[in-house]
């Protein structure tokens, strides 16, 4: 097998193994997306442990996430209450399914570090909206029992 250490562009190898996307490697080395993208192909024919690794890189949230979070976000802002599945404000509905779905994978302890850090702000996940408890606290969360 090759390693990264034999590749003309180590650092962009680093990168995509650690799981950075190419556009944002790109931008944090001046290069073109292109190019990197004809590099990291030729690196992933000789090496394919390149791709075992950046499969097994972290991930963080996706954008799509992000901007359903700043959404719920904005409707208790503007609302003052969490969303409720009858609810007929804007996205209401829509809303409470994606939060009942993050309170899910909290539970199920699959929601990720990066999301259960973000989704911290907006209080406890393990209760609903009137404070009753819909689960077992997770170790080491916001939303830990006291």
Same mark, same amino acid.
């Given at each position: 097998?090759?390693?990264?250490?034999?590749?003309?562009?180590?650092?962009?190898?680093?990168?995509?193994?650690?799981?950075?996307?190419?556009? @944002?490697? !790109?931008? =944090?080395?001046?290069?073109?997306?292109?190019?990197? *993208?004809? /590099? %990291?192909?030729?690196?992933?024919?000789?090496?394919?442990?390149?791709?075992?690794?950046?499969?097994?890189?972290?991930?963080?949230?996706?954008?799509?996430?992000?901007?359903?979070?700043?959404?719920?976000?904005?409707?208790?802002?503007?609302?003052?209450?969490?969303?409720?599945?009858?609810?007929?404000?804007? @996205?209401? !509905?829509? =809303?409470?399914?994606?939060?009942?779905?993050?309170? *899910?994978? /909290? %539970?199920?302890?699959?929601?990720?570090?990066?999301?259960?850090?973000?989704?911290?702000?907006?209080?406890?996940?393990?209760?609903?909206?009137?404070?009753?408890?819909?689960?077992?606290?997770?170790?080491?969360?916001?939303?830990?029992?006291?």
């Amino acid at each position: 097998m090759a390693q990264i250490a034999d590749s003309n562009h180590e650092a962009w190898d680093r990168m995509y193994a650690a799981g950075l996307p190419v556009p @944002r490697i !790109a931008e =944090l080395t001046g290069s073109r997306v292109g190019t990197i *993208h004809r /590099h %990291l192909e030729g690196r992933r024919a000789i090496d394919p442990d390149l791709a075992v690794a950046r499969a097994e890189a972290p991930r963080g949230p996706s954008k799509v996430w992000h901007r359903h979070l700043a959404e719920l976000r904005d409707f208790i802002a503007t609302h003052g209450h969490y969303p409720t599945i009858h609810g007929t404000k804007d @996205r209401e !509905a829509s =809303l409470y399914v994606w939060l009942s779905d993050q309170r *899910h994978s /909290h %539970l199920a302890q699959t929601l990720g570090w990066a999301k259960a850090r973000e989704m911290g702000v907006l209080g406890r996940l393990d209760h609903n909206r009137s404070g009753a408890r819909v689960g077992p606290a997770v170790a080491g969360t916001a939303w830990q029992s006291s």
